[in-house]
Structure formats: structure tokens, C-alpha cells
């Protein structure tokens, strides 16, 4: 299934012209209105742009930055072409804003790292690329920027493509690379193809992102996930069931299931994967088998459910199940579990160290949580993973080991980034202090 | 080339995705907090917002009462579909009134001809937000509606001053929003974040939703002012060579009277409106709200201070 909305991401270092690349795509897919030109123009003469249109103004929003000239925080754009709709996230490139990064990368089917032609491979492009990788993103785009600099010239081209395959081995579960060569302030093999650079053959970036895969696409190939997030009951379900059976003495007979007081659904959204009416399920964690009876929407009853899909289940059995609770089929269940290992991001200022406690979401559950150990550390330069940190400062990456007070019900994050994610939760200060990826169970 | 797609199932459009985030976004508020609210001006976002609450929580009730800030200025048409619709739907619905807020001196009334009362909404909706306990209130805001929305939150987290901290923001990862808070604070929620106007239009039109007339072209009397058409009504002040006309109008949003211009349009179905929104070359906020205008930072300081 091809879903018709793209997520994907930029990343690249400070003035590498991710904003720049950014505004030429709404620019030449003509999504930028007659008043945002009108400030376009008159913001691009302010900053003595030289007449030319500063097309990075188009999405540098928040004063602050606009003001410091740097991009501070992930920001979300919208734009559509006949073939699909696009949502992106454009992160910051700063080294201390490698949080974003995660942030915008979380939600990604793709993502477009940027290199300056004329800096080739620099250690923010690899840490790009591997943060992306990290988070799960199984297509990147490397997009050499500023072919203008460099005269358009193929074999600069090719030096830094090899140079980036170098360090690709560190990039696990990257599915498929592709390098363009671009110029975003000129428009070169953005939206349209390159003349200057008539010696390139692939996509234009555009055509690759109207084309890729989405990561819905195969629900066959995944197993299905359902975690539980609200339990619906009719409104008359308690009170008045008895009261209007009492009337007159007389019952109107019911038409719709969802007119029976003793309805009962789950209501969810598909994680992954597909469920049919009848399907054999396993309610987990304690494993309850029964099969599904009905899947129900507003708009009418299903015969079948497919990620990322908002349904409402009805059991073939009377359980008892609430919110954080998982449907799965039987023989393809997931980890039950209350430790594992872990990839995570810290996001936060105060450092995390072992022993530290905190509060967990993972799907639609939530748990305390100790961090029993920190078992290794990314190192930000070589990438390698080094000895066993004694905190985690922000922006770190490390593998640690996670103890929670009440089982999950987890995928490997390579095998399901729904399942396989989440996040801690500081208990004094409420902050989302940490991203995590399950690396095995 | 391997990235290129066979689609092996039908497609699950575009639409039907986003509905399908803003449903859970949605269970998410009402499984997380104690008491939430929903923000229902009968405006087209909201009543898609309606709209996605039937589809995440019928056939039970809605887990939250709708609350309107009324300026006192709306649109009577506007205010004729709040009330039908809630009664349709059996649900509760709050109204916050800013006269109220100006009757009992806890703000005071804008004089001359540009006088306003959006401003003055903010403490409305902050009092009533505090006067009901609310913990999460969820708004139809949309981050294509301005700049200063593009790094907002789904789950936009609010001091107990109800101030927005641009710099501040909780990571939001995934589809794992946090929705801690302590006594006294609250939590924005914006299901349809990832939404744009054309979304919302396309929507509307899938569902068959009822928007109030005033989306409709429709002939009206008007004045203009900065090159906007407002709405002439009893009490508005003209200043110097302004004259009323009447006009074929259409509305883009439906804020307050005072503020809210009209665009010249003769799309007088949902289908023409559809079609002109698709070819419009001008955004909703630069075209239809006079207090965007006034400054290009003007969202985001009233965003700072509690304003929706
Ligand atoms: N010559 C040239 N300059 C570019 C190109 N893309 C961006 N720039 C310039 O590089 C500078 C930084 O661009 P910007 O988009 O703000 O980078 P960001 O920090 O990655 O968002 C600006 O002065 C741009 O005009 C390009 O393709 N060629
Ligand atoms: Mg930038």
C-alpha cells in the first residue's frame, strides 16, 4: 500500500542550505503565495540580499532565529505536487541541536542529508547520516549542494560520493543511498533537471521523493500490531441500560452493534501490519486468546485493518483488557518483558547516570523505569562505540540497560520503530529527557 | 532503481492518514489527562475537530465538554451552527464570554475604529481555562497557518501563566507525546498540526460537514480597510474616506467580526471553494486577519502570552 504522504527530513550542517533547499522546493512546486513573496522580497532586500531572492527567509521562522540568522528548533513544512503530499522536517544542524536531529528523524520515511560541494564529507554529514540511520530512516538522500561553487563539476561529484561510501558501513539498516547533485539557490536538479549538469543521469530529488517508498507500504510483511488506547463503551452502557429496557416495558430492537449497551471496543491505531475480521489474536501481557469479532469506524464496520489505520476492536470473547494492553496475532508475538537493552538520545541538560529512575512511554503504556547500566557510549567523532560513559551529557548517544517496574510488550526497533521506541519522562521536572531505541530484549 | 514503488494495495490517501493521526492524538488527550476541554468556535477547523471526535470516541460520549470564547463580535451565522451543532450531537458545551471578562474589570474594552477584541480574548480564555480546571484544551491550529506555528508541538505545554516558551519546547519523538504536568500548568493539543487549509477544505467536502454561510460567497455590506473587506456592522467606526458597499464576499476563517476581512470571491459552493483554495495564491492569515499584520512577530508574541 502506497500511502500518499511522504515524511522525510533535512539535516546538514549550519550553512549548508537546507532552509535555502527547502524554500526552492515550495518555490518551483509553486507553493509559496503572493504574500509570503511580497515579505520574501522585502525581507531579502533587508538583509542586502543583492535583488536576489534569500529563499531560506521563506522558512526561518521564529524571531530568535531569524534574528541570530541560525536555525534553532525543528520545523515542520507542507507542501503537495499532483503525485503526493509531503511533510517536512527541517532539523537544525548545529552541534549542540543533534536532539532535533532525533526529533525530526523520528517520524522520517527519508532523509535528505546535505554536504557543501566545496567542503566534501565533513564529521557533521556522518553524524547526520548515522543519527538517521539510528532512528531508523531506511533511505537516504545525499545531496551535494552548491554545484555552483565547484563548476558543476562531475568529478567532485564523485570524490565525495566516495568519500561518503567510506563511512556508509557504520550506517546499519539503510536500506538505499542516492547522491544528487544540486544547487539549491539556483534550482539545479531540485524540482527541475540540470542543464550545467548534463553529465548526471539519476532523479532529480523531487522525482525521488514523489517515488519512494513510504514505510507502510508492505503491511503483509509486518507483523500486526494493535496496542490498545482507550476503551469505548456506549453512553447508556452503565446508567440506563436497565432504565430503557424498563420503559413501557418495551425494547427497541437494535439495528446497530453500536447501539448495544454492553458494547464494548478497543479503540486503537494499527502500529504495523494488517488484522482481519476473524483473525486469531493474542491479548497481551497476559495472553488471553480470543479473535476478532468486528472491526468497527464512525464510517462503518471493516473487514480489514491496515497501518497506520484508527479502529475500534471487538473481541470475539468477554475480556477484561484496558489501555496499554497489545492485540497481536498468536505465533508472531512480540517480547514481554521488563529489561532490555537500548539505544538512547539524551535530550536534556542534568546528565543521566546508572540508577537513575524515571518514567517510560512505550506505545500506549507507561512504566518507572531504572537505567541499570550504561554499557557503551557513541563517540561523537569516530562514531565507533567506546567504553562505558559514567553519565550521559546532553545530546550523548550510549547503549544502556533498562529495568521497568510493570512488563512491555517490544519489538527490536530495527523491526518495528512503533514497538520498538520510547521515551523517558524526568519525574520532578516533566521534561522528555530521553529517546530511546530497543535494541534486543 | 530499487526506491521506486510498486504499490501492492490500494492507496490509503492522504486524508485518511491524517484523520487517522488526529484520532489518536485525540485518545491520547483523553486517555492522559483528567479534564480536558475542546476549543469549538464552529469555525471550519473546529468543526472538522467535531468531527474527528465523533470518529475517535462514538459510540460513547465525547471524554470532554466544547468550550467557545465568545468575543460578543462573532458572526450571528457562526454562532447559529455552535449551538446547532452541539445539540445535534448531545454534547456540552462552555461559553466563555468576553463581555463578561469586561464586565467584571478583568480587561478593558479597545476604543476607535480599530478597536478590537481579540486581544482581550486571551485573558477570557486563560480565566476560563483556570475556572474549569482544565489540564489539556485542544485547538484546531494548524502549523501552515503562520511561521511562528511551524515549531509548535502537538502536545504544546503552557506555565501556569498559560505562557508558550518558543525556546523551551518538550521533544516530541515519535508518536509518544507527554502529557505530564503539574497543578495549575496545561497542555495545547493540536490534532491537526500536520493539516493544511487545502486539507481542511478537502475534508470538509469528504464528510460533508455544514460550515457556516459566511465561507460561502455571498452578498455583502462592507468596507475596506488595508486593502481587506470587513464586515460592515451597527457600531464599527469608518475613518476618513471609507465608505460601506456591498460586495460578493467570502470568509477564510471566522474570527471576530472586528478583525476578520472578507476576500472578493463568487465560489458559492463547498466544490468552488474547494477549487478556489486550491488555485489561491494568497495564504489564509496574510489575507483574512488583521492582527497578523500588524507585524511579522506579532503571531508569536501573542502565542507567548496564552493566545490560541
Ligand atoms: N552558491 C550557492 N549558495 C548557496 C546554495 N545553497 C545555499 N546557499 C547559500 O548558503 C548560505 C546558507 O544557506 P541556508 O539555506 O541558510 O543554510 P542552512 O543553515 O543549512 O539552513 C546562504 O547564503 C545561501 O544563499 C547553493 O546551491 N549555491
Ligand atoms: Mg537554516
Redesign the pocket.
Given at each position: 500500500m502506497t500511502l500518499d504522504l511522504l515524511r522525510f527530513t533535512?539535516a546538514?550542517?549550519?550553512?549548508?542550505?537546507?532552509?535555502?533547499?527547502?524554500?526552492?522546493l515550495l518555490y518551483d512546486t509553486k507553493q509559496v503565495h503572493d504574500d509570503q513573496l511580497v515579505h520574501l522580497i522585502e525581507a531579502s532586500l533587508r538583509r542586502g540580499?543583492e535583488g536576489?531572492l534569500?529563499?531560506?527567509l521563506l522558512?526561518?521562522g521564529l524571531r530568535a532565529e531569524r534574528e541570530q540568522?541560525?536555525?534553532i528548533d525543528v520545523a515542520y513544512r507542507y507542501f503537495a505536487t499532483e503525485r503526493r503530499r509531503f511533510i517536512i522536517a527541517?532539523c537544525?544542524?548545529h552541534l549542540q541541536y543533534t536532539r532535533n536531529m532525533a526529533t525530526g528523524a523520528s517520524t522520517a520515511d527519508l532523509a535528505v542529508v546535505?554536504i557543501?560541494?566545496r567542503h566534501g564529507v565533513v564529521e557533521q554529514s556522518r553524524r547526520h547520516a548515522f543519527i538517521s540511520a539510528l532512528l531508523g530512516i531506511p533511505r537516504l538522500v545525499v545531496a551535494i549542494?552548491?554545484?555552483?561553487?565547484v563548476d558543476h563539476a562531475e568529478q567532485r561529484f564523485e570524490e565525495i560520493m566516495a568519500q561518503f561510501a567510506t563511512s556508509a558501513a557504520q550506517l546499519s539498516g539503510v536500506k538505499d543511498i542516492t547522491y544528487i547533485p544540486?544547487?539549491?539557490?539556483?534550482g539545479?536538479n531540485v524540482v527541475t533537471r540540470s542543464e550545467r549538469m548534463d553529465w548526471y543521469e539519476g532523479t532529480t530529488l523531487l522525482d525521488l521523493l514523489e517515488t519512494v517508498d513510504v514505510s507502510y507500504d508492505h503491511p503483509d510483511e509486518i507483523p500486526a500490531r494493535f496496542p490498545v488506547q482507550w476503551v469505548v463503551r456506549p453512553p447508556a452502557a452503565t446508567a440506563s441500560a436497565a432504565e430503557s429496557q424498563s420503559t413501557n416495558g418495551h425494547h427497541t430492537t437494535r439495528h446497530h452493534a453500536q447501539d448495544d449497551p454492553d458494547y464494548r471496543g478497543y479503540a486503537g491505531t494499527l502500529a504495523s501490519g494488517a488484522l482481519h475480521v476473524g483473525d486469531d489474536v493474542v491479548v497481551l501481557p497476559a495472553g488471553q486468546r480470543t479473535s476478532i469479532a468486528a472491526i468497527d469506524t464512525f464510517d462503518g464496520p471493516l473487514e480489514e485493518a491496515l497501518a497506520p489505520m484508527s479502529v475500534t476492536l471487538r473481541l470475539a470473547d468477554n475480556l477484561d483488557i484496558s489501555r496499554g494492553e497489545l492485540i497481536c496475532r498468536p505465533n508472531e508475538s512480540p517480547a514481554v518483558t521488563r529489561e532490555f537493552e537500548a539505544d538512547i538520545c539524551w535530550l536534556a541538560e542534568q546528565p543521566m547516570r546508572p540508577g537513575g529512575r524515571y518514567v517510560l512511554k512505550h506505545t500506549t503504556r507507561q512504566a518507572p523505569a531504572i537505567i541499570d547500566s550504561l554499557l557503551d557510549l557513541v563517540d561523537v567523532h569516530s562514531l565507533e562505540r567506546v567504553g562505558p560513559p559514567s553519565e550521559l551529557n546532553l545530546n550523548d548517544i550510549a547503549r544502556v540497560r533498562v529495568r521497568t517496574s510493570a512488563p512491555l510488550i517490544v519489538d527490536p526497533y530495527d523491526s518495528n520503530r512503533r514497538t520498538g521506541s520510547f521515551i523517558l519522562i524526568d519525574e520532578a521536572s516533566n521534561g522528555t529527557v530521553g529517546a530511546g531505541m530497543i535494541r534486543s530484549a | 532503481m530499487s526506491a521506486v514503488s510498486t504499490p501492492t494495495r490500494p492507496v490509503l490517501s492522504h486524508l485518511r492518514a491524517l484523520e487517522s493521526e488526529a484520532i489518536y492524538v485525540m485518545r491520547e488527550v483523553a486517555a492522559e489527562f483528567e479534564r480536558p476541554g475542546l476549543l469549538f468556535s464552529a469555525g471550519k477547523d473546529s468543526l472538522v475537530l467535531l468531527r474527528l471526535a465523533e470518529k475517535a470516541f462514538r459510540p460513547g460520549r465525547f471524554p470532554f465538554p466544547l468550550m467557545h470564547v465568545d468575543t460578543g463580535h462573532n458572526f450571528p451565522e457562526v454562532i447559529a451552527l455552535r449551538d446547532q451543532r452541539a445539540a445535534e450531537l448531545g454534547e456540552r458545551l462552555i461559553v466563555a464570554s468576553v463581555q463578561d471578562s469586561i464586565d467584571r474589570g478583568r480587561v478593558v474594552e479597545e476604543t476607535g475604529p480599530r478597536a478590537s477584541r481579540n486581544r482581550l480574548q486571551t485573558t477570557t480564555l486563560l480565566d476560563a481555562i483556570a475556572e474549569h480546571n482544565f489540564d489539556a484544551v485542544l485547538g484546531g491550529a494548524r502549523r501552515d497557518e503562520e511561521r511562528a506555528r511551524a515549531k509548535e508541538r502537538v502536545f504544546s505545554f503552557r506555565d501556569d501563566f498559560g505562557q508558550w516558551d518558543p525556546k523551551n519546547q518538550r521533544p516530541e519523538l515519535w508518536n509518544l507525546y507527554n502529557g505530564r504536568i503539574r497543578k495549575g500548568e496545561h497542555v495545547r493539543v493540536f490534532p491537526l498540526s500536520n493539516w493544511t487549509e487545502l486539507d481542511v477544505w478537502e475534508y470538509i467536502e469528504q464528510e460533508r460537514l455544514d460550515v457556516p454561510s459566511i465561507y460561502y460567497a455571498h452578498e455583502r455590506e462592507v468596507f475596506e480597510r488595508d486593502g481587506m473587506l470587513y464586515a460592515w456592522r451597527d457600531g464599527a467606526e469608518l475613518i476618513d474616506g471609507e465608505t460601506v458597499f456591498t460586495e460578493s464576499v467570502r470568509y477564510r476563517t471566522v474570527g471576530d467580526m472586528t478583525c476578520t476581512g472578507g476576500v472578493r470571491s463568487h465560489a458559492a459552493t463547498l466544490q468552488e471553494v474547494v477549487a478556489e483554495i486550491a488555485a489561491t495564491r494568497l495564504t489564509e492569515r496574510g489575507e483574512t486577519r488583521a492582527d497578523d499584520r500588524v507585524s511579522e512577530a506579532a503571531m508569536e508574541d501573542r502565542k507567548k502570552v496564552g493566545y490560541f
Open positions: 533535512t546538514g550542517s549550519v550553512d549548508d542550505g537546507k532552509s535555502t533547499l527547502i524554500g526552492r540580499g536576489a534569500d529563499l531560506a522558512t526561518d540568522g541560525i536555525t527541517d537544525p544542524g546535505l557543501d560541494a549542494n552548491k554545484m555552483d561553487l544540486i544547487s539549491a539557490l539556483q539545479d | -
